[in-house]
């Protein structure tokens, strides 16, 4: 299965910052997926970014609050814009390998 | 559209006990199913999945049976372990790419 690596693996922000995740995979992928997941919670889509094209956000969710780059088919960075407590939360990057996907180790944030 | 519904939580379970962790499903076609496990402070993992109708997904003494007719996969271990203790996931993949995961249930083993 493709490796994923995530980081920072953790961070503590300031309200009214901004920080931005990297995503990187040992492989070559079209598809790459980003998921939140806040405490206590489930996981929940926030978009889906493919290299070349815009990626495609989630209902609730907005490319203003959460920035996404996918420069090549190894690497995407999400961002987390003008960040309050609410957006404490593990926030994961997945890659699809056949019918099943793969899941990084996540980014544990906490806003004060 | 395609939703998971799993069993709620906590369970808690002595060593040794029997684990079932119901998970149903709603979805259009043939969706394949999977259960993933989140032990405390990490990712997700993959632990089985099932791609069709009565296909058992297993691995580390976990199994679940794609059940069509009642549309679940309920995950099952014989005798479950300390380290068992973990957050588990329910989720099925339709015609998208896109995962649709239950609500998770925390299991935790006391010795």
Known sequence: ?112 | GNSVTQMEGPVTLSEEAFLTINCTYTATGYPSLFWYVQYPGEGLQLLLKATKADDKGSNKGFEATYRKETTSFHLEKGSVQVSDSAVYFCALKGGSEKLVFGKGTKLTVNP
């Open chain 1, 1 to 112: 299965s493709a490796v994923i690596s995530q980081k920072p693996s953790r961070d503590i922000c300031q309200r009214g910052t901004s920080l931005t995740i990297q995503c990187q995979v040992d492989s070559q992928v079209t598809m790459m997926f980003w998921y939140r997941q806040q405490p206590g919670q489930s996981l929940t889509l926030i978009a889906t970014a493919n290299q070349g094209s815009e990626a495609t956000y989630e209902s609730g969710f907005v490319i203003d609050k959460f920035p996404i780059s996918r420069p090549n088919l190894t690497f995407s960075t999400l961002t987390v814009s003008n960040m309050s407590p609410e957006d404490s939360s593990i926030y994961l990057c997945s890659v699809p390998e056949g019918d099943t996907q793969y899941f990084g180790p996540g980014t544990r944030l906490t806003v004060l």
